[in-house]
């Protein structure tokens, strides 16, 4: 682009401080042959063509002897058709500049060829958007080191003109094949500097810095991206050159680097600064400009840095403060509890207390302001407050975060229970009154057994009904987790009467949130409390005690390893983005079916199961736990020991006492007739299968 200067002199007419800015620029390196181009065209339009060929003509030569392909690939890009009028002459020069810019290399020959560069030569606009196309191929030429999307770093190794694909190296990820359509948006070439590039090159590097300058590390990563990044995203960059377990320390030595500057925001940032002093006029800038909030941020992570800057921070927060006390007392409060964490407490009608204090409805108050200021509100509000207990029952149904409510309950329990005791009984009676309250009390009556004595099987039930009720919808997760081993709902159970747990065992077959495993591992619970509750036409299944102690592992290993790891995966794979497309998610939503049919029939069977005892076994008949020998009219003997199904093993002669053969078997005494497989057999032993 030209400068304004450039332009009025053109259409004035004066041409010599034109060309001496012309030429100026083609002195310059890099040339600006942006600039040179749009120089020529405005020369044309303004009816300077002859000047304007002079010149261009001058640029171009000088290029060519200087061997300077991407400027003139740039001028001729902006006035080729100035030039070279004829568009074969100026498709001849641009196909030229584009090979000699990569010097001359096969590949750039062959991508020519495959991107067909030679036809329709006429077609100027067709021309460079093959050339741009070729430019973005050679870009990721063997050797090239680029990013790949959440694999990380790795090296182009070949390109296939038959395929259409390059072939990337990521190290222990393997060899990937990418097409070259997928290639623009799935690699990006990463230069000498960039983090990912030098942990590939030289991690030794990487890691030597790590112990001797933490900070000149986190400038590096910083350095290599466009924009500043969160605390995450540099943890995530720095995998593998620093461990998890170094991380918090690595970091609390990075950040007394006073080039770092934290930025303001939900989500904070971080990027480097040129030095100390550029830190602290860019945080005071930023100050100048932020709202309150933004400043007591600013205040928390850089005031620090400077004392004096600190000072006027204070300052200017301390007449916020007095603005927000009528307007917006919860903002006041905030700003008051910030200034006094930093060492400036502000007095009179300012203090934190003395808000707490002039507020008509102070939990309304405190629930307007931060996390934290909510928990120092709460715990000043006894100080200030005569009336706190009644603020804190009030609390206790408004307030969300678990938090601050464990702070309100263990106050009351330790001052005012009976307090306490009214608001248990109040979301025990009507949940809905506050459903982050009553998922609250779910979770806190896990550790805490005198919550549990109030009406335990009302709690039962309303737990149950509340985890499928629409209202309770952001706090379901929480609330069928206490299904769980070690959950509300099992602890509740040793206080239920039988006729309460037949209840109980009515609301786990109705509640429609729970888990299939859930549901058997509650009622297997319940019933081996109450046996009688168990259905009389259910049919035990025998085993040996080895294989009922296998089973229980298995269903210990799914519960405890395999299903959490599902549930974390389905959640890793809802983040990568549209579900109705997502592999991951599909496939770890079917594993998660899967291994919940399979822990819930095992909770089923184990319910069931009764071992079988080699020593109480009766053997004057064939029974389950019995081996017994047949013996043929030839003298053909066949063993067969009849245990239960998770013992068969029909190869062995174990057979499973459900099995036809076992079936055909049972009752029968030595000397009896049998048939097997179509043979005749006499029962000729039996004996206990040890």
Known sequence: ???????????????????????????????????????????????QEEHADFLLRMADDHLRQ?????????????????????????????????????GGSDLAKRLLDKLGLQRAPDDIPKTWEKADRVDELMALAPGTVVAMEGKGAGRVTEVNLQLDSFRVDLGALGVLSVGFAAAKKMLRPLAPHHVLRRKLEDPAALVALKANDPAELVRVVLASYDEPLTGNELRQALAGTVDEAEWTSFWNRAKKSPQLVALPGARQRYRWADSAASAVAGVRERFAAASWRERLDLLKGDGARDPSMKSEMVASLAEEAVQLRGADPAAALDVALALERAGAP?????????????????????????????????????????????????????????????????RLTAEAR???????????????????????????????????QRSPLRFFQQVLASAGDEAFSTHRKRLLKMADSGGTLPRLLPLLDAAQAAQAEEAVGKAPGLEQYQREALKNAIQLRFPELRQEAEQPLYATP?????????????????????????EEARALGDLRENFEYKSARQRHEYLAARAAGLHRDLGRARPIEAAKVDSSAIRVGTRVVLRGPAGEERAFTLLGPWDSQPEQGILSHESELATSLLGKEVGDSVTVEGKGFSVAAIQPFR
């Open 1 to 47: 682009m030209i400068d304004a200067a450039t332009s009025r002199q053109i259409a004035a007419g004066e041409l010599d401080p034109v060309a001496d800015a012309f030429v100026a620029r083609l002195a310059e390196s890099p040339v600006d042959a942006v600039f040179l181009g749009d120089v020529g065209k405005a020369l044309v339009e303004a009816g």
């Open 66 to 102: 200087g061997a300077a392909w991407r400027p003139r690939l740039q001028l001729l890009r902006r006035a080729g058709a100035l030039l070279y009028p004829e568009p074969l002459a100026l498709h001849e020069e641009i196909v030229r500049s584009l090979l000699a810019a990569h």
């Open 346 to 410: 502000l007095a009179g009608d300012l203090a934190p207390e003395a808000l707490l204090t002039a507020s008509d409805d102070p939990v309304r108050l405190l629930g307007a302001t931060s996390r934290a200021t909510r928990e120092e509100g709460y715990r000043r509000l006894p100080a200030a407050r005569g009336d706190w207990a009644t603020w804190y029952e009030k609390a206790l149904l408004r307030e969300e975060e678990p938090k601050v409510l464990d702070l309100v309950a263990d």
């Open 418 to 452: 009976a307090g306490l005791d009214r608001v248990v009984g109040e979301l025990l009676t009507a949940p809905r009154k506050s459903p982050a309250g009553f998922a609250w009390l779910a979770e806190r009556a896990a550790r805490d057994e005198s919550l549990l």
């Open 546 to 570: 080895e294989a009922i102690v296998a089973k229980k592992e298995e269903l210990r290993r799914l519960l405890e390893d395999e299903i959490p790891a599902n549930r974390k995966a389905i």
